[in-house]
């Protein structure tokens, strides 16, 4: 009976989603380790990290981890130049029970990708975890030995998909270093119990619901994977193994001629130390290489000596490098800028320069998130209070808003998503932007019939000049401008500058 149920609520929610207007959303796909539109224009995409959605362990009952996702969210990321976002989803809540689907969960999915199409911002799903879930955590009453201390919960699988054997849930150092992690993901690896292939059954349910809206570009499979007990079985089989049982799934379940851009990361320790011998696991041409380039922020070097010695630009070249063996580009899945060394305008140019894409780590960050619970744990009292330092700032100083109250952008951070950008443009083209002037100079060579379209700041009617442009059309949008042209055969250029 309550598998008919099941099947019967997902043959409701199910049905074909409409047909919605695709023509601020043209269907996105991998061609010359480009993403390029159906319109033949390489794409930009430029986002954030939205976790609203996900389901997070909670240390303190009275806040909780994550702040309410709104429609208000996306005309916010919209009015920095913001047009993709990495919405964070959660396997436990997904599939909470083996083979049975959350339904009521599948429509707040489907409610924030509607906020974001009115918004004009594509959306990636992405299947986040981190530490492997909630079910994890050091108990509170246990004793952890030296030099371990307790891990608090993550977020990720489901209590039913947690195999550990007993393990200890202690940790050394860092919440991926921990006996009962470990064990967790090797059980995953290897199947134990089918739970692999859960995993990839649930995807093949998101692609079938998703399949027809424009909105969302693509599937990022799974985020920062730990390697368990035995790295090199993991990365030369059980890693690749999983991605393309994934990859055949969601393609089954897709529309024909409409596949999406299928995502896929290295393992956690990539943010560290950059770097994983690729393999290969599948001949789809439609896949995205996403490490998460942190180098200068929480990598190795500045965990150790609080100072870059693995240059910025290292993290650029080997994601370039690998995702070239996968024949595709790559995707920067999460980042945060920074005043230090002007890392955040160094990264800025770098973006510019190997023209990828990202989404910055994270738009707004609850009062409870385990990040900030993290080394206070066991304890179910502590309350932050300080600023989250997220895109969207957040205030947890306030008692009688224990959950937080909006303190207005990070400027570090706005300064470098809301910096003029092409959304779309003809290939070949190199190109520069100004963070502080919000100045950009793009300039290439066009076939001829290819829209550019770029995204410029400011309220003000935008400042600009150009050669091979044909005729150009600005249109006023939430927080700034967006400048239309079918650059003519041959060379093209364009000098823009936001304005007040």
């Given at each position: ?16 989603i ?43 009952p ?49 409610q924030a ?50 195999i ?15 006996p ?82 299928i ?88 973006e ?18 385990p990040?900030?619970m993290?080394?206070?744990?066991p ?5 932050p ?17 224990p ?26 083209a ?31 009617e ?20 967006l ?18």
């Amino acid at each position: 009976m309550r598998r008919f149920l099941l099947l019967a609520l997902t043959a409701l929610y199910l049905w074909p989603i409409g047909s919605y207007a695709s023509a601020d959303f043209p269907h996105l796909r991998i061609k010359d380790r480009r993403i390029v539109d159906e319109n033949g224009s390489t794409v930009i995409l430029r986002g954030v990290v939205v976790n609203q959605l996900g389901e997070y362990f909670q240390a303190n009952p009275d806040i909780k981890p994550t702040v309410e996702l709104i429609e208000k969210d996306f005309q916010d990321m919209a009015a920095i130049g913001v047009n993709a976002v990495r919405l964070v989803i959660t396997w436990s809540t997904i599939e909470p029970e083996p083979d049975v689907y959350n339904i009521e969960y599948l429509e707040r999915i489907k409610q924030a990708v509607e906020w974001a199409r009115n918004n004009s911002i594509y959306v990636i799903l992405d299947m986040h975890q981190d530490a492997w879930g909630m079910y994890i955590a050091t108990p509170a009453d246990m004793k952890c030995a030296w030099p371990t201390t307790h891990n608090v919960g993550w977020d990720g699988a489901p209590e039913w998909a947690t195999i550990t054997d007993g393990k200890n849930p202690c940790m050394i150092i860092h919440r991926e270093f921990s006996p009962a992690v470990y064990r967790a993901w090797t059980s995953f690896w290897t199947n134990r119990n089918g739970v692999r292939d859960h995993l990839v059954n649930t995807w093949a349910f998101l692609a079938e619901a998703f399949k027809d809206d424009p909105a969302v570009a693509g599937y990022d499979l799974l985020n920062e994977p730990n390697w368990g007990e035995n790295i090199l079985a993991t990365v030369l089989k059980h890693k690749p193994d999983f991605y393309a049982d994934c990859v055949k799934a969601i393609r089954q379940a897709e529309t024909a001629g409409h596949n999406k851009l299928i995502f896929f990361e290295p393992l956690a320790i990539w943010s560290a130390m950059p770097g994983e011998m690729p393999v290969k696991f599948t001949g789809d041409p439609d896949i995205v290489y996403a490490p998460h380039i942190y180098l200068g922020a929480i990598s190795i070097d500045m965990f150790l000596f609080g100072r870059e010695l693995i240059p910025l630009e290292t993290g650029f070249k080997i994601a370039k490098r690998e995702a070239a063996f996968h024949n595709t580009t790559f995707f920067n899945g999460e980042y945060g800028p920074s005043s230090r060394d002007r890392h955040g305008w160094r990264y800025a140019a770098l973006e510019d320069k190997y023209q990828n894409h990202s989404s910055l780590w994270l738009w707004k960050n609850g009062c409870g998130d385990p990040h900030h619970m993290q080394g206070k744990w066991p304890r179910t009292d502590y309350t932050p209070d300080r600023v989250m330092n997220s895109v969207m700032k957040i205030r947890c100083d306030d008692l009688q808003n224990p959950e937080g109250v909006e303190a207005g952008y990070k400027e570090i951070s706005k300064l470098i998503l809301s910096r003029p950008y092409p959304r779309a443009f003809p290939s070949p083209a190199v190109f520069k932007s100004d963070p502080d002037t919000r100045s950009f100079v793009i300039k290439g060579e066009s076939p001829g019939g290819v829209p550019l379209v770029v995204w410029i700041p400011g309220d003000g009617e935008p400042a600009y000049q150009g050669d091979g442009l044909g005729e150009v059309r600005l249109e006023k949008v939430h927080g700034g401008w967006l400048l239309h042209a079918i650059p003519e055969r041959g060379p093209w250029s364009l000098e823009a500058k936001g304005r007040d």
